[in-house]
């Protein structure tokens, strides 16, 4: 073998293990923007988090961050229930590259949850923002979430509609939004979901919980598209100028009719 080719082979073994050592940058860059981005009263990300020491897989000893491979530096979930974590949303999470679980129960985040939400983290199949003070209203991106098992918004200060298109979510085995401030109709899953999950909110209605009123049930197929409340009031309509003009010419008519 040419010493050209074996020099070649080495830097490449060399390269790809050191790869394969310390993980993808990106990776070490995201626990380092959600650290920058919330607020940490206890101090506890400040004290564990350290990014000092760029040994391998040194992230993944990090409090609340488990790696694919003990000696990798991919994240595959962040687990952050309980730390008394404040502020909006976390940034910098689209950098967590294979991130699969996203834990933030038990903290007090506040503010909307992000729209770009669903671009951020597309791969998780377990979001869990139960017990925070999320606001606002479920972005409508989150459908795009299509791996999603476990989907868990209990306990927050979420409000308007969940969208009948959150229904395409078909791995859910999960969908907690307990203890809202959410109304309006249920999408209508396939899957079979506790009443439970819906409990505790300001108006919301269908199953798994009761019936919505009349007036609800039409809101519902005007936001599915179905036309039937605008054909309803055209027949409506139509039947009131119908009898009007009838009435309106018969009067004008009848005197001639009897006239001749
Ligand atoms: C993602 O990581 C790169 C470095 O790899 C950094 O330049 C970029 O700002 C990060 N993006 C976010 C949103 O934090
Ligand atoms: C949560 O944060 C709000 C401000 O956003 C604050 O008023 C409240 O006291 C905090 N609650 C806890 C339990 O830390």
Same mark, same amino acid.
Request: glycine fraction near 8%; proline fraction near 5%.
């Given at each position: ?92 999470? =689209? ?6 679980? %996203?834990? $933030?129960? !038990?903290? &007090? /985040? @506040?503010?909307? #949850? *992000?729209? +770009?939400?669903? =671009? ?6 377990? %979001?869990? $923002?139960? !017990?925070? &003070? /999320? @606001?606002?209203? #479920? *972005?409508? +991106? ?119």
């Amino acid at each position: 073998m040419a010493k050209d080719t074996k020099f070649l082979l080495l830097f490449l073994l060399l390269s790809s293990s050191s790869s394969l050592c310390f993980g993808s940058e990106q990776d070490i860059q995201c626990p380092r923007s959600v650290q920058q981005s919330v607020i940490d009263p206890l101090g506890v990300l400040k004290s564990s988090w350290n990014f000092g020491y760029a040994t391998d897989g040194y992230i993944c000893s990090f409090t609340g961050v488990q790696c694919w491979q003990g000696s990798e530096n991919m994240v595959l979930s962040l687990l952050l229930d309980n730390l008394g974590l404040e502020g909006p949303f976390p940034q910098g999470l =689209q950098n967590c590259t294979s991130l699969n679980i %996203l834990d $933030l129960l !038990y903290n &007090n /985040f @506040s503010a909307p #949850i *992000p729209f +770009s939400i669903a =671009q951020q983290i597309s791969y998780v199949t377990s %979001l869990n $923002l139960s !017990y925070n &003070n /999320f @606001s606002g209203e #479920i *972005p409508e +991106s989150m459908e795009n979430l299509a791996y999603l098992n476990t989907f868990n918004l209990q306990h927050n200060q979420l409000r308007g509609q969940i969208l009948e298109r959150f229904s395409v979510l078909g791995r859910l085995t999960s969908f907690n939004v307990a203890d809202n401030l959410l109304s309006g109709p249920i999408p209508t899953f396939p899957q079979d979901f506790s009443p439970l999950y819906f409990a505790g909110n300001q108006d919301l209605c269908g199953a798994p919980l009761d019936e919505c009123p009349r007036s609800q049930r039409w809101t519902l197929r005007r936001i599915n598209g179905e036309s039937s409340v605008g054909a309803a009031v055209g027949f409506v309509l139509g039947f009131v100028v119908a009898f009007y003009f009838h009435l309106y010419c018969c009067e004008r008519l009848l005197p001639y009719v009897f006239h001749t």
